[in-house]
């Protein structure tokens, strides 16, 4: 059974810096990983797809990296802005759409 | 295009109501998936549905629950005799199909209140 944890529970910086938030998961045989953005009382926006066979993704300032043989993916933020405050979850798909969760990381992004 | 379509946005349902959440996928996506967010906790698969099929339903309570996705229409997340552990955010998502490599496409989500 796959299982999904994201380290930190919750992150306070200050606005500039760069920070990385980790997602592991148990199963290295998956089909891809996603990065997903969750603002308090909304719905999902997805950040960043890695396919299996990628090593990373980048949209601006975000940088997602992937090592299925170590079970872990990475999600650098440069330079982080208030704006970035929310909760970031990491969702690993080892079928067809069928997702597993972590609990998410809570950042909060200091003026 | 639109995207991903649900309603009701929040929902109040005294013990013992029933239920109903609706999802309209995006625009040519046949792949639809309903997750659960309990408070403070991440995202839980329920089920996978194809228009008129249950693909995947290992992740849907025993009891109470049941989904569809009719030829036509939207798909329907039903609760019957809710109680107040039923309180939570469902998200549907959708996708083209139900390929590994494919996004899949989350809704605004569905806040249920049990009181």
């Known amino acids: 059974k796959q299982e999904v944890t994201q380290i930190p529970a919750a992150l306070s910086v200050p606005e500039g810096e760069n920070l990385v938030l980790n997602c592991s998961f148990t199963?290295?045989?998956?089909?891809?990983l996603q990065w997903f953005r969750q603002d308090p009382g909304k719905g999902l926006t997805s950040l960043l797809l890695?396919?299996?066979?990628?090593r990373e993704q980048t949209s601006g300032r975000l940088n997602a990296s992937l090592d299925k043989s170590s079970g872990r993916s990475t999600l650098y933020i440069a330079a982080s802005q208030p704006g970035d405050s929310a909760t970031y979850l990491c969702?690993?798909?080892?079928?067809?759409?069928?997702?597993?969760f972590g609990d998410g990381t809570t950042l909060t992004v200091k003026p | 295009n639109a995207g991903v379509m649900q309603n009701p946005r929040h929902l109040v349902r005294r013990r013992g109501q029933e239920a109903r959440l609706r999802c309209s996928p995006m625009?040519?996506?046949?792949?639809v998936y309903w997750y659960r967010q309990l408070p403070e906790e991440g995202l839980k698969f329920m089920v996978y549905?194809?228009?008129?099929?249950?693909?995947?339903e290992s992740g849907m309570p025993k009891e109470r629950f049941s989904a569809e996705f009719p030829k036509e229409g939207p798909s329907i997340l039903r609760i019957q005799q809710v109680v107040r552990g039923d309180s939570a955010a469902y998200f549907c998502?959708?996708?083209?199909?139900?390929?590994?490599?494919?996004?899949?496409?989350f809704g605004e989500g569905s806040w249920l209140t049990v009181v």
């Open positions: 625009k040519g996506h046949s792949h």
């Open positions: 969702a690993v798909n080892t079928n067809a759409g069928k997702s597993t």
């Open positions: 199963d290295s045989a998956i089909y891809n």
């Open positions: 549905l194809q228009k008129e099929n249950i693909i995947d």
């Open positions: 890695i396919q299996s066979s990628q």
């Open positions: 998502a959708s996708s083209p199909n139900g390929g590994s490599g494919n996004t899949i496409y």
